[in-house]
């Protein structure tokens, strides 16, 4: 399976502030996935990353508020923008591999 | 109605015994499914994969998937204190093009006491 690290592991913030997550990994993958991991709640994919295109979001989730980037293959980084309170959470990045999605460590994000 | 059910716990149990974890769901197009293993402070990590319905065996953890019920499990024999955690359960349509995508539970917390 892809090593993958994410930077930073963890932040404290300011509301109104901004915060981007960088995801690399150790192998050229085609797709890369960011989710959210809110307190009891289950992982949610926010958006799929594919290089050389656009990030397509899922419901509920939009670029003004998590802009994504993908310049290359082993590389992303999401934005999360403007934020309040309830953007505290995990922010998880994952790759496909041979059977499925493997996760990165995760940034742990504290808005106050 | 959630896509994916899954009793969140948390599940206690003594050193040795036979755990057993489920996730039901509601969408029968769903094919894979999945079991991730997630120590605290860590991200999800694969535990064991499975395509339709079926049993299979990885050493001390069994996973069984039931699509006529919908409903997949997780056996762990001889629990170890190293396996608490909570352990997810994950599902998907397919495995790659252009709208893959897991469905999580919200996750199982494991606590095997020595």
């Known amino acids: 399976s892809a090593v993958i690290s994410q930077k930073p592991s963890r932040d404290i913030c300011q509301r109104g502030t901004s915060l981007t997550i960088q995801c690399q990994v150790d192998s050229q993958v085609t797709m890369m996935f960011w989710y959210r991991q809110q307190p009891g709640q289950s992982l949610t994919l926010i958006a799929t990353a594919n290089q050389g295109s656009e990030a397509t979001y899922e419901s509920g989730f939009v670029i003004d508020k998590f802009p994504i980037s993908r310049p290359n293959l082993t590389f992303s980084t999401l934005t999360v923008s403007n934020m309040s309170p309830e953007d505290s959470s995990i922010y998880l990045c994952s790759v496909t591999g041979v059977e499925t999605q493997y996760f990165g460590p995760g940034t742990r994000l504290l808005v106050l | 109605q959630k896509e994916v059910e899954q009793d969140p716990g948390p599940l206690s149990v003594p050193e040795g015994a036979i755990v057993s974890l489920n996730c039901t769901y509601s969408?029968?197009?769903?094919?894979?499914f999945m079991w991730y293993r997630q120590y605290s402070r860590k991200g999800p990590e694969l535990l064991m994969y499975t395509y339709s319905s079926g049993n299979k065996e990885d050493g001390r953890f069994t996973a069984q998937v039931d699509k006529s019920s919908k409903y997949i499990s997780l056996f762990i024999r001889d629990s170890q204190p190293s396996d608490s955690a909570t352990y997810l359960c994950a599902m998907s349509f397919n495995s790659g093009g252009s709208n893959y995508k897991l469905t999580f539970g919200k996750g199982t917390l494991l606590t095997v006491n020595p």
């Open positions: 969408n029968s197009a769903f094919q894979y």
